[in-house]
Structure formats: structure tokens, C-alpha cells
């Protein structure tokens, strides 16, 4: 703080030691025109660039032989520093790709992962585009993509996407009931729609029980007309290699998840931790037929009420009704409340 302080008054001192030999028509002649200058400046608060009026100009030249010469002089360095840049030759090369080459580059690239530069350079020329390749080049590099070969590479969640509509999984869910009998329940969803199936449950999973149970969904999958090519399961060794050969018979390959990687079967998994905490974890299991009886009232309410937020907060059976924009409907909204499994599943709808 004392630093600065004598750092000002040594400045303001060798400022007063600059006006000691002005006259007082030169200070007079400097302060008018830093008046206007302020004057001007106000004038056009909030514009990006200031602009001097023919009157402004006139009256600043008629003032420019009584200010003091370092002003003259800082005035005269910087049109001589504009006019250097004006003359300065304008920088030569290439001009750059018009913008719709660039963005036909990166759709190329985008759609066509595994097409380095050179293939998108020749695609482009059978277009009747004439670029060169190293402009290619530069545009996919400006974009942050990489080369063909990283682009190409397919991760399991493409796999995933690719594969949807004839991609299910299933998986064992375990619980007990309030006698201390542990029950496993073998549950498929099928990843494109969200539908889910709970194909049944018992305290035994026996292979002939597993093998029936296969059999049981691929006359569920033909009724419902849902063409699978893959199921991907995890390596339970309730499984049997039986619950394989089924599935294989109709066409359907068994795709097992990794080692300790649910991820692999992420959608499955995820649905299991909503049946426990939306139903399982809420409730009390008599039995066998009363833990089927809450699983079938689950079943049917995640695919015909419950929206799924991986397809949009669509359901599996139904889509979402269209808008209502009526203003006088919206003020008059009556919505009624329907209470499933004693209030532990809630359903909302219109009222009639």
C-alpha cells in the first residue's frame, strides 16, 4: 500500500513538472478537447466503435495547432502505425474450404466410420467435387476425428445399438419369502421396446425346469412376431448348456457376458434393481403363487403404463398419446389416481 502510494506521487509530480512551461491557452486548448472527446463518447454509449461527425472533426482541427506537441506527436504515430497495416500485403495461400465441402467431409466420415481421408477424398470426386486430399485431411483433423482405424473399431455398446430390435436378455432374480424359502425368478426384456417377460419362478432351478422355461419363451417371442437373433445372459451356472441348444434350434445365438462385467447386460440389470426397489423391497412375499401374482401385476404395468426413458418415456405396448393443447382442457385437468398391489404401484389417467 505505501509502495503505490509513493509510486502515485512521484508521477503526479513529474506530471506537474510537464505543465510548468505550458501556457494557459495551451491547458485551456487541451482541456476543450478532452471535453468533447468525453462529450463524444457519451454520445454513443454501448456501440462497438466511435465515430467522429463532420462538427466533431472541425472542431478538434480547429484546436490541433494549440495542443501540446507529445499529443501531436502520439496522434501522428498512430496514423502512421494505421496506415502501416493498410499497406501491409495481405497474406497469400489457398482460400479456405467453402462450408458445405467441410460439412459433406465430416458426414462422410460420420456415417462411414471405417472410410479414411483418401477413401472420403475419392468419394468426394465421384461427386463431381474437386478438393484436394490433404484438405480432407485438414478437415478432420479441425473436427477432432480420428482416423479410420479407431473409427471403425465397434464397442459393445454399437453392438448393442446395432442389434436392438432382435436383441433380448435375461437373467436370474433372486428373493425370498417372509417362510425363509429363497425363490429364483428368470425374467427376459427385450432391449429395443423395453417389454419385459417373467417367465416364472421356483426354489428349484433344475436343468429340465430351465430347458422348459426356454422353450416356454420361444413360443413367447414367435406369437409376439419379435425375430431374436441374439440372447445375451450371464455365465449363472444355473444355466444350463441345454438352455443353449433350445434357443440355437430356432436361430437364436447365446451371447454370454464377461467375467464380472454386468455391463454387459446393463438394460437386464437395470430392471432387476427396479423390480426390487419399486416392488420386492416394498412388500412381503407370502409364497410362490403370491410372489408370481405381484411379479405378473409388475410385468403388465411396466409394459403398458410405465415409461422408459431409453425409448423416449415410451411404453413397450403403447406410445405416448398426442399433446393436448387445448388451454380449456389443460385448466380443467382431472386426473384420477389407480392403486396396484395395495398402493405400492401407481397409476394415473384421465378420468372418463
Known sequence: MLLRLAYLTVTQAFAMVRLLPTSDRDKDAEILALRHQITVLQRQLGKDRVRFTPGDRAFLAALLHRLPSEVLRWHRDLVARRHAAASRPKRSGRPRTV???????????????????????????????TVAASTVWETLQEAGIDPAPKRASRTWADFLRSQADALPACDFLETVTLSGARLYVFAVIEHAGR??????????????????????????????????RFLIRDRDGKLPSLFDAVLAEVGIEVVPSGVRMPRMNSIMERWVQTCRRELLDRMLSWNQRHLLHALSELEDFSNSHRPHQGIDNARPLHPLPVPNSDPEQIARLDIRRRERLGGILHEYQHAA
Open 99 to 129: 462450408r458445405s465441402i467441410r460439412l459433406l467431409v465430416l458426414r462422410l466420415a460420420r456415417e462411414n466410420p471405417g472410410w479414411g481421408y483418401r477413401r472420403i477424398h475419392g468419394e468426394l470426386l465421384v461427386l463431381g467435387i
Open 195 to 228: 417389454r419385459i417377460r417373467t417367465l416364472g419362478a421356483t426354489a428349484h432351478p433344475s436343468a429340465s425346469w430351465v430347458t422348459q422355461t426356454a422353450k416356454n419363451l420361444v413360443m413367447d417371442l414367435e406369437d409376439a412376431g419379435c425375430r431374436a
